[in-house]
């Protein structure tokens, strides 16, 4: 009789524990911050990409550059960098100018909110004077 409420105990808790096993194995949706930059801006001294940043619902509106020629000198270059929400207003566009140096450099940040499955936009422009307009954008769905 012992051996049997044993047996029936046992039995419960490890079906218990493969049931707080697989809760928490079960995935709810993207876990951490999801990045998607798009294809890089018309050619010039810079290559630009936008980039959305997504963690569940809140997203940050971002550019990266690099410097397209090797001899590339450390220099300071204007841009903009803007973000829209489908639906909603566009935000206010930051207009940040940043130090390239060789190599990667992110520029700017622009935050907000958004609701599950909308669609978000992200646009970075080289607005240095004498240099080639260059605009670069990507679009991404948020799901959370």
Do not use: H
């Not at 980039?51 to 300071?76: H, I, K, L, M």
């Not at 204007?78 to 207009?95: I, M, R």
């Not at 607005?127 to 679009?139: C, K, L, R």
Request: charged content about 5%; overall charge neutral.
């Amino acid at each position: 009789m012992k051996t049997t409420v044993i047996a029936v105990a046992t039995a419960a808790a490890l079906t218990t524990l493969a049931g707080v096993q697989g809760a928490a194995a079960a995935p709810t949706g993207p876990v951490g911050a999801v990045v998607t930059c798009g294809t890089p801006g018309a050619p010039g001294p810079l290559l630009t990409r936008a980039c959305v940043e997504v963690t569940g619902n809140q997203v940050r509106f971002y550019g990266v550059t690099t410097a397209g020629d090797p001899s590339w000198q450390p220099q300071y270059v204007s841009f903009t960098v803007s973000g829209t929400v489908a639906g909603n207003a566009p935000l206010a566009p930051l207009n940040p100018t940043v130090l390239v140096q060789a190599g990667a450099n992110q520029v700017g940040s622009v935050f907000s909110s958004a609701p599950c499955g909308a669609t978000v936009t992200s646009t970075i422009s080289v607005n240095q004077p004498g240099w080639p307009a260059s605009t670069a954008g990507v679009s991404t769905v948020v799901a959370c």
